[in-house]
Nanobody, 123 residues
Framework: VQLQAFGGGLVQPGGSLRLSCAVS????????IGWFRQAPGKEREGVSC????????YYIDSVRGRFTISRDNAKNTVYLQMNSLKPEDTAVYYC?????????????????WGQGTLVTVSS
C-alpha cells in the first residue's frame, strides 16, 4: 500500500492549486481516502475525505466551499482542488487511507500515509 501526494507549491492569496494523491497496491475507488494538513507548530488535522465508491465526501468548516475532493478511478488518483487559498491554508498536505469504506477525518483512524507536499500561500 503506497500513497504519494504531490502538486504543492507557492501561490498568492486567492489563488488555486490542485493536489494529487496517486495510490498503488490497492484500488482507490474501493476505499476511503482522506486529505490532511499540518501547519508549522500545529497538530495534523483532517481537511477532507471521500468514501469508497464516492458515495460521500466531507470538508472541515474552514475549507468548505473552497476545496473539492474528487477521484479519477482510471488513474487510481484522488485530487484536492483548492481555490480561494488563504495564508492560513499554508501547511504540508498529506493523503492517507485506512483501507476502510467510510469517510472520516480523524487522524488517528488512518494508518497508511503518503509523504507530504508543501503548500505555501503568501504574497
Amino acid at each position: 500500500v503506497q500513497l504519494q501526494a504531490f502538486g504543492g507549491g507557492l501561490v498568492q492569496p486567492g489563488g488555486s492549486l490542485r493536489l494529487s494523491c496517486a495510490v498503488s497496491g490497492f484500488t482507490s475507488q474501493n476505499y476511503a481516502i482522506g486529505w490532511f494538513r499540518q501547519a508549522p507548530g500545529k497538530e495534523r488535522e483532517g481537511v477532507s475525505c471521500i468514501s469508497s465508491s464516492d458515495q460521500t465526501s466531507y470538508y472541515i468548516d474552514s475549507v468548505r466551499g473552497r476545496f473539492t475532493i474528487s477521484r479519477d478511478n482510471a488513474k487510481n488518483t484522488v485530487y484536492l482542488q483548492m481555490n480561494s487559498l488563504k495564508p492560513e491554508d499554508t501547511a504540508v498536505y498529506y493523503c492517507a487511507t485506512n483501507l476502510g469504506p467510510r469517510c472520516r477525518v480523524h487522524v488517528k483512524l488512518y494508518n497508511y500515509w503518503g509523504q507530504g507536499t508543501l503548500v505555501t500561500v503568501s504574497s
